[in-house]
């Protein structure tokens, strides 16, 4: 087993000197505009009061008939919308992205897609062909923000994989792997034949309609990940709900299997990991291990899970164990463990294993340069970070400045597509919003010193 094996690969030391623990203590802030800094503790403020989370979509209806859809629009544009999206046209979004290349950071383009499992219009066939045109629209677009920015390698991007394939079906898959217990009629390799040949699978626990979709859905998934390969474009893919994620692991496993072959140049399709999961670290270690055996390059985005509320609720409706944590210190010792087996893969495997410790935790996120730096990690190499555009920029300007691979998760789109979904996010993260408390005292402190000092 990997634990036992202590035997680290060579790669140059992150620092000539000792560990120097980062220090998220605002002084990066200072390349900021003082107009973004009071934007974004009013942001944060208001994002903390737990009223405006709750009723945010019907105040959001409210301020519309009030004011009229332009000056509403305006006031959001000036704050939650201008604070956590890059904007709505390709111009916007790179003009986003330019100021936080300049300070360091790097794009995680997300395109905010939300189904909508009672709307026809949202569930049809096609809503989700719309879809792959703005999925392949985006790594176009993450591929000439490299571009422009005229630096070498590789772009990262987001994928949701319900934004091509229906919820329902998902679920379905779920359910029929659960039943199967792993049978080669559901096998990775199965379906990445499937998509490759573009040849349907007709699987029996399916339906003929359910079939027609899942084949259109393995199309649209290839066909994203083709590009973005063409593109040099990886493709982190989300995780969402645990009743659909064995079905979203599988099509990654498939997806894979084509990708994240040996001589492809690392994993260019990424799953991502919940450690708020009770399974998630036996899961990550067995995924490894099994992509490891067989050659293929491992890439995972490392978080501890979004959707807490509606897992618990779910489990309490059903009358079955929860899948989550009890606690959030049991969460918290699930990533730490987590990030330790992934760090200690990309030692021993290089460039082979890629990480993406996306968290704002301040501990975390300090353990991973300190383990780092003890397991010989290159700075910029196979590890990097990832928080959300308007989220504790005190912690990845920090790690920007340190020499750090930075990127900021940023959603992009209209401004009636991108609210709702930004109001749903901030209900299920309502305690992250809520614990950005440090943030606020670090801004406050920082347009403190400049007012009252005089600076502009
Ligand atoms: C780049 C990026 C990509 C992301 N992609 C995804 C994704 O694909 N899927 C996804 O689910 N999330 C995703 N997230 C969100 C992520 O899962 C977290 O919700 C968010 O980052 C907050 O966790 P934290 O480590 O940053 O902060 P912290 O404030 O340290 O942690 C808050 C988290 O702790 C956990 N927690 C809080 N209270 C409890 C409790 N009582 N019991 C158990 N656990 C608890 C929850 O997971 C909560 O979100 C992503 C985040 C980033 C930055």
Known sequence: MLWTCPVLHCHSRPSSGGW????????????????????ALLVLRLCAWPPLVTHGLALQAWSQRLLGSRLSGALLRASIYGQFVAGETAEEVRGCVQRLQALGLRPLLAVPTEEEPDSAAKTSETWYEENLSTMLHCVDLSRALLDTAGQAGNGLMQLKVTALSSTRLCKELTACIQKSGGSSELSPERLAEAMDSGQSLQLPYLNAEQNQHLQASLRRLHQVA??????HVRLLVDAEYTFINPALSLLVAALAIRWNSPGEGGPWVWNTYQAYLKDTHERLERDAEAALKVGLAFGVKLVRGAYLDKERSVSQLQGTEEPTQPDYEATS????RCLELMLRFVSHHGSLCHLMVASHNEESVRRATKRMWELG??????VCFGQLLGMCDHVSLALGQA????????????LEEVIPYLIRRAQENRSVLQGARREQALLSQELRRRLLGGES
């Open 20 to 39: 120097q623990p980062l220090r998220f203590d605002g002084g990066a802030f200072y390349r900021k505009g003082t107009g973004e800094l009071a934007r």
């Open 226 to 231: 083709q590009h973005a390969r063409a593109q």
């Open 333 to 336: 010792r699930s990533y730490s």
């Open 377 to 382: 990690i290159p700075l910029d190499g196979p």
């Open 403 to 414: 020499g750090y691979a930075v990127y900021k998760s940023i959603p992009y789109g209209c």
